[in-house]
């Protein structure tokens, strides 16, 4: 065991910073290009790079000044592009993983929906196969950047006839193919909108476009909410991004206000938890340069980290007082690093409800870990083993 | 870099755990009787001194293993797993004592025993008031050279009752200083304290013109560096031991039904243990990296330890707390185990100042270091 990270003269980070030297300011085309935007995945895309090599690549991006693809297009650089990477024929990696690693095509995921949220299974959106196309019919919600974006990741219904998580298929289509509409959401933060509704309304996407097999779409969902939840198990206030505890402790002495004892003992309280959470996520990295499989950990690790960061901007609120009640105000120091959207003690704090629903509520990520973690018995779903189109009313009452 | 524990050290936890799964009876301390008198102590303890564990942290050059504190940590996980009474950490404190404040002939003659298993030693710090900052309050020491008397009362020993020799901290001239005296020397008085944790001895010690030999080589940082490996210690204690108390939970929720249900899968009862095992995954991973600084000297060791010992001590508090609440009624009584847990936990968490104590510790090294980067 050894907590040492990568030194400032690791020759692989010199060779990194090199490049930058040579390319100042580059584009992102330029960056996903050199595998920059994905070092972790194999050639083209990436460098095979293992973890240790990928968190130099990430520091030097972040020394360079740029912000990472990851926080631009975080769909395509995170999520779903695996999903393509790992389940995609090879002629719609060419189509669009290009475009979307260099940040030129925004990627929205089109999961969510007003009828199946925590229980995403329940998702009514359909496709129908016609010709050489399916059909798709419904209406998602809480799709970040869909306003912007310009292709969409989306599971819906295909066989309604089967048990709820087993007729579901996963498409990457254009979002301006006829029959999509998308509507901003205005949440309670009053910025800018961050999320939409989707609706779709016979939009036609050609089966060619399916990613995997008819029916694979709920494993395919399962493992871009693993690999979702890993990068969050950082000690940020929202969803590991935004200022951390250390920021927070000190702004708190360059106000003075650490010198309050009910404000010092939350701080350092505070300050402990996200020494811990940084632990636990450097850990998920030396697992997996180990090669050990990404356990649930990472899932630990948003259990604590949510509710860690509603804590943090609480915390930075209570100090600002009064004054910091204005809309966009912040009395306190912010912090020096650009943390992109979550980069203010107001927008974090206005944001906080949204940490513990985002990803997985609370509820379920609880559930998740005493299920599979503790080997606690799991919860009652008596939809889970009936075939959806049966799912109704009387068979609820029936099964309850 | 690399986060994760080694094979070496997965090796080390397994034979532990499985030496101590066979040594450690706790029956006796659930009878009835402990209430009314102490347990005596049966063989674990030389037994542990037969495996050489005493030695593990002093430097080969003494005699010891000179292995690092991760490789402690391994071991002492597992004590707490098992709350093994015996004198094992009241001797490590003296043990690091001695290391950190005696010549080169006191390391060699007693570092070299107490690797060998024929020596047993405690460290006294805390005034009758529990104050361990304060220090040297409590003892004094005078005379010079090799002719030393010390006078006055420590409390709040561990395990004094066990140690042949006792390194005490107390007052010479205004100034820190460590001392060793033998346990059965004129004027030592060892009273066994009523502490609640009756699986862990912990005495008052009073001192009469007793015959003291003095550790020369000590200077304003000794404590806080012996402290903070004492730190370490109880933080992997009670890492081990509420991993012990979830395991517990968790198997009792899963086999106890109620109202045609494992109470397990009762949503309140899951979700509180689902915390509970995010809580002790930090824990044990704050314990592993202070071990890891502390055996590095680096810089940021001091932090790491109070990290660890607040977070983990609470923690232990919490689980513990929860575990009776899962049993249920049964779990109040005398005759489970899961009062031995609940009362570990909590003099842990008390034993070398509370939670908040070492928060406000880490809170201060934060803002000195602010003051310097400005």
């Known amino acids: 065991m050894d907590f040492n990270l990568p030194a400032e003269d690791d020759p692989r980070r010199l060779e990194v910073r090199r490049w930058f030297d040579e390319n100042p300011n580059p584009s992102y085309e330029q960056l996903a290009k050199k595998g920059y935007a994905v070092p972790h995945w194999p050639a083209p895309w990436g460098l095979s790079a293992d973890p240790e090599l990928q968190l130099i690549i990430e520091e030097e991006v972040e020394r360079a000044g740029i912000i990472h693809p990851s926080t631009i297009n975080p769909i395509a650089v995170n999520q779903c592009g695996q999903s393509l990477l790992a389940y995609g024929t090879d002629e719609l990696r060419q189509r669009f993983l290009p475009p979307g690693l260099a940040c030129q095509e925004k990627w929205t995921m089109l999961f969510s929906e007003p009828s199946g949220g925590s229980d995403l299974g329940a998702l009514r959106t359909h496709a129908r196969r016609d010709g050489d196309d399916y059909i798709i019919n419904g209406q998602k919600i809480w799709n970040s950047l869909a306003h912007k974006a310009q292709v969409g990741v989306i599971i819906v219904r295909t066989d309604p006839t089967v048990p709820k998580h087993h007729g579901l298929s996963m498409f990457i289509f254009e979002m301006s193919t006829p029959g999509v509409e998308v509507r901003p959401i205005l949440d309670m933060t009053g910025h800018e909108p961050e999320y939409n509704e989707v609706f779709l309304t016979d939009v036609r996407v050609p089966a060619s476009q399916m990613l995997g097999a008819e029916g694979m779409g709920w494993r395919i969902v399962l493992e871009q909410l693993q690999t979702e939840r890993m990068s969050m198990a950082n000690p940020g206030a929202v969803w590991g991004y935004g200022p951390t505890a250390r920021e927070l402790v000190s702004g708190l002495i360059e106000t003075g206000q650490i010198k309050d004892p009910l404000i010092r003992e939350e701080a350092a309280s505070l300050y402990v938890e996200g020494e811990l959470l940084r632990l636990l996520s450097a850990r998920d990295l030396s697992n997996r340069i180990n090669g050990t499989p990404p356990g649930l950990e990472a899932n630990l690790g948003k259990m604590i980290a949510s509710p860690h960061g509603q804590r943090l901007s609480t915390l930075a609120k209570r100090a600002e007082g009064v004054a910091g009640m204005l809309r966009d105000t912040d009395e306190l120091p912010l912090p020096a690093m650009d943390y992109g959207m979550f980069d203010t003690w107001d927008y974090c704090y206005w944001f906080g409800p949204a940490a513990t629903l985002g990803v997985g509520t609370q509820e379920v990520l609880k559930n998740t870990i005493s299920e599979r973690l503790l080997g606690l018995p799991r919860d009652l779903d008596p939809t889970a083993k009936m075939p959806f189109n049966e799912i109704g009313r009387a068979q609820l009452k029936a099964a309850s | ?374």
């Open chain 2, 1 to 374: 870099m690399d986060f994760t524990l080694s094979d070496e050290h997965l090796a080390l936890q397994d034979s532990a755990r499985y030496f101590l799964s066979k040594e450690v009876k706790l029956e006796p301390y659930l009878r009835t009787e402990a209430n009314e008198k102490p347990v005596a102590r049966d063989g674990l303890w030389s037994a542990i001194q037969g495996l050489g564990w005493p030695g593990l942290v002093v430097p080969e050059a003494y005699g010891g293993l000179g292995m690092g504190c991760l490789d402690l940590v391994m071991i002492v996980s597992e004590m707490g797993r098992t709350l093994a009474p015996s004198p094992f950490i009241g001797n490590l404190a003296g043990t690091w004592a001695i290391e950190r404040c005696g010549s080169e002939a006191q390391k060699q003659a007693l570092l070299a025993q107490v690797a060998a298993g024929e020596l047993t030693l405690a460290l006294a710090v805390a005034d009758p008031n529990g104050d361990v900052n304060g220090l040297s309050a409590g003892a004094r020491a005078t005379g010079s050279g090799d002719q030393w008397k010390l006078n006055g009362k420590k409390s709040f020993v561990v395990e004094a009752g066990s140690a042949d020799k006792i390194v005490v901290i107390a007052d010479v001239d205004g100034e820190q200083g460590f001392f060793i005296v033998d346990a059965k020397a004129a004027g030592v008085q060892i009273e066994r304290l009523d502490w609640r944790d009756v699986t862990r001895e912990v005495n008052a010690i009073t001192f009469t013109d007793v015959a003291a030999e003095r550790l020369p080589q000590s200077d304003a940082d000794s404590w806080s560096w012996i402290r903070d490996r004492l730190y370490l210690v109880l933080a992997a204690e009670s890492a081990g031991g509420a991993e012990q108390v979830l395991a517990d939970a968790v198997a009792y929720a899963n086999e106890r039904v109620a109202f045609g249900r494992p109470i397990g899968s009762y949503q309140s009862i899951k979700h509180n243990l689902a915390e509970l095992a995010g809580g002790i995954e930090l824990a044990r991973a704050g314990v592993q990296f202070a071990a890891w600084a502390l055996s590095e000297n680096r810089p940021e060791a001091r932090k790491a330890a109070a990290i660890a010992q607040s977070y983990a001590s609470e923690q232990y508090c919490a689980m513990t707390f929860r575990s009776i609440q899962v049993f249920g009624a049964i779990g109040f009584t005398w005759e489970m185990r899961n009062h031995l847990y609940y009362k570990r936990a909590r003099t842990n968490a008390e034993l070398l100042g509370s939670p908040r104590d070492q928060r406000e510790q880490l809170i201060c090294l934060l803002e000195a270091e602010h003051r310097a980067a400005a």
